[in-house]
């Protein structure tokens, strides 16, 4: 049985099961007993063991992506195109997000008693997370220079990795390295190749654990659900997967055609092993060694390309994020009577492009950031309470756009590059 078959069959019995678990015995002691025991240890030990790989896997094949695009000039075009691509395609999911909720206005269908009973439950929780995050928050000034590590093993050793800095010292690696004489870095460009492979396989190897591993994320998540909320919050969460569908269908399916020729259709069937893990894992960075794959096997895509654009998107290219980030500080400013000018929403904007840049690829990377724009057009940030029940679906949603725009930006980038895409597939 081919392995995304296999995937696909512990995602529906993982839902099924959830589902059915929630319907029979919701909230029942013995079941969120076994839950908890069970089967969210398990799914979060598939998890870390993915995540366990990125370091490594990130690191070679950044740096080899970099060597292996030849000369400096390719690199600063290809990375050009991947800035440009990530810019305009943000801003236009951020554009769909916030006319989505303008049209919609799901703030204003909200039942004020579902909002009194959501701001009282998750009270506590969005105190604490809005709290931190402003905490947290730094001025601009020492934002931009905090980009810049200075000690990479400390990056590294954040939770979650700062991956941007990590990534910011692989290229630097890199171009230092392509300017290297070839008997001087061909030695480490071996040692690199090695730690790739190694690390490519042991990726593998994780992944022959994904039907269960995706199986016991599901459960987890279904049984846990509050399906409940899902009624009284049906237009908002209705408006965020509308918008994400139109951004992932129509933009990236127009973008596909136009800039590289393929057909959509054809795109999104190769990539569906890559979209489930990202729905799965709700985490960019856990899905990552298997986009990389996907993108080069299936979709035919040049490794350098691949590795450049897949890896620096993982963290930088999020539309997904930042969609749902436009349409919620919206439905909040809504909810709370709060009137957003044209200027406060062009501000909304910026912001959520710049956080979609900004946000790691982790679950729940993007709730902090909405508090603090919240805070900043003068909507509560406690509001996040009244989103918090919904935010884990949601997110599993968002993480499907954020890493199938990456792949088709790769696919789009090679084309523009000269490679051929979509062509055979290769073997696993
Ligand atoms: N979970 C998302 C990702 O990994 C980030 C977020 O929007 O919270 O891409």
């Known amino acids: 049985m081919p392995p995304h078959v296999r995937i696909l069959l512990g995602f529906v019995a993982g839902a099924a099961l959830g589902v059915a678990l929630f319907v029979a015995f919701g909230g029942e002691h013995a079941v969120v007993a076994a839950i908890t025991s069970v089967t969210e240890p398990v799914g979060k030990l598939f998890l870390r063991a993915l995540l366990l790989c990125v370091i490594p896997l990130v690191a070679s094949s950044l740096v080899l992506g970099v060597t292996g695009l030849g000369d400096l000039r390719r690199l600063g075009r290809v990375g050009g195109k991947t800035l440009a691509l990530t810019v305009v395609l943000s801003s236009i999911s951020v554009i769909v997000g916030l006319a989505a909720a303008n049209v919609v206005r799901p703030g204003d269908r ?51 990795p700062d991956m941007l800095g990590l990534m910011l010292f692989a290229l630097f690696v890199g171009v230092a390295l392509a300017l290297q004489k070839d008997e001087v870095k061909r030695p480490l460009v071996d040692v690199l190749e090695a730690v790739f492979k190694a690390s490519s396989t042991m990726v593998r190897i994780v992944m022959l654990a994904a039907p269960v591993g995706v199986f016991c994320l599901l459960v987890t998540m279904t049984a846990r659900f ?182 088709a930006c790769a696919v789009i980038i090679a084309k523009s590059e000269g490679a051929d895409v979509l062509q055979v597939e290769q073997p696993a």
């Open 110 to 160: 909200l039942d004020p008693d579902v909002k009194a009973k959501l701001v009282a439950k998750y009270a506590d929780k969005a105190q604490e997370l809005s709290a931190r995050a402003i905490a947290d928050d730094k001025p601009l000034s020492e934002a931009i220079v905090g980009v810049i590590p200075d000690n990479i093993v400390a990056a590294m050793a954040k939770t979650p």
């Open 226 to 407: 509050g399906f409940e909320l899902l009624g009284a919050l049906a237009v908002y969460v209705g408006c965020v997967l509308g918008a994400l569908l139109f951004h992932q269908i129509v933009v990236y399916g127009a973008a596909l055609r136009m800039l590289a020729g393929v057909s959509p259709i054809a795109f999104f069937s190769r990539a569906r092993e890559a979209m489930l893990t990202a729905f799965s894992t709700s985490s960019s960075n856990a899905t990552l060694p298997t986009a990389l794959d996907i993108t080069e096997r299936r979709l035919t895509v040049p490794r350098p390309i691949a590795s450049f654009v897949l890896t620096v998107g993982a963290t930088a290219n999020q539309n997904g994020t930042a969609l749902f980030e436009g349409v919620t500080v919206l439905f909040l400013a809504q909810v709370f009577s709060v009137d957003l000018t044209l200027a406060q929403q062009a501000t909304v904007l910026v912001l959520a492009v710049v956080a979609g840049i900004g946000t790691a690829g982790v679950p729940s990377a993007s709730i902090p950031f909405i508090a603090i724009v919240l805070a900043q057009v003068g909507v509560p940030p406690e509001g996040i309470a009244i989103i918090l029940g919904v935010d884990r679906f949601l997110d599993m949603c968002r993480t499907v756009l954020n890493v199938s725009g990456d792949m």
